[in-house]
């Protein structure tokens, strides 16, 4: 397990998002979009020097969760989704992961967040190479082998028992209303409704924090964020 004494001293901390893993898990447990407080309770624990997420911001869950990643000043990687639906962000991320590890900007944290069973082997080579690693997910949807091989996993059940807010999507189906004849008129579509949130002032770049615009190339390059 995690060493109590590193996290006290403020570990450096490398952020890696499975956005598409992340906001689906987290709207199928009926939570709105969890960045914010998965970021804030990531920098309670050390020291976030880079975070990056992966996903297909032009549609669906991401694209409507694009304003909390920009406030939160996370690198957001666009990966174009397949004709099957899948987009390459495990191989993206676990790629970019393993290049941050072997070089000379390698991380004494490494923090994923998903519950995808596909980042074990990622897990344990980062750990083989001296690092340690914290997973992010929500129960139920987050695979027993990559908690097991995890030093430490955080659920966002934990962080976020009672998160009020606009849901990302609607998972109810909506019920038909009945007429004063006894018939079924058709139900009105569920459609999401995103809060209207201003756009927080800038503000000054802070040590140890990426701090750049939205959408990056399709493979961030790390010596800018030395």
């Not at 097991?148 to 606009?166: A, H, I, Q």
Request: aromatic share 6%; charged share 20%; hydrophobic share 45%.
């Amino acid at each position: 397990m995690m060493d109590e004494s590193l996290l006290a001293q403020g570990l450096r901390m490398a952020v890696f998002i499975d956005a598409d893993n992340l906001l689906i898990a987290a709207r199928d447990a009926g939570f709105g979009s969890p960045v914010t407080e998965v970021m804030r309770a990531l920098k309670a624990e050390g020291i976030v020097s880079y975070a990056c997420a992966y996903g297909d911001w032009s549609t669906g869950l991401c694209r409507m969760a694009l304003g909390d990643f920009r406030r939160n000043v996370i690198n957001m990687v666009e990966l174009s989704v397949t004709d099957h639906g899948k987009n390459s962000a495990d191989i993206a991320l676990a790629v970019d992961a393993m290049e941050m590890i072997c070089s000379e900007l390698r991380p004494q944290c490494l923090v994923l967040v998903s519950g995808d069973r596909d980042f074990v082997p990622l897990v344990l080579k980062a750990r083989r190479h001296g690092v340690l690693v914290m997973g992010v997910g929500v129960r139920g949807s987050v695979s027993g082998e990559l908690v097991t091989g995890c030093d430490r996993f955080m659920y966002l059940d934990d962080l976020l028992p009672e998160m009020s807010g606009v849901p990302l999507a609607s998972t109810a189906r909506p019920q038909p209303k009945v007429t004063t004849n006894g018939s079924y008129a058709p139900a009105a579509p569920v459609l999401p409704v995103l809060p209207a949130t201003p756009e927080p002032a800038a503000a000054e770049p802070t040590p140890n924090t990426f701090s750049g615009d939205v959408i990056s190339q399709v493979r961030p390059v790390w010596g800018q964020y030395g």
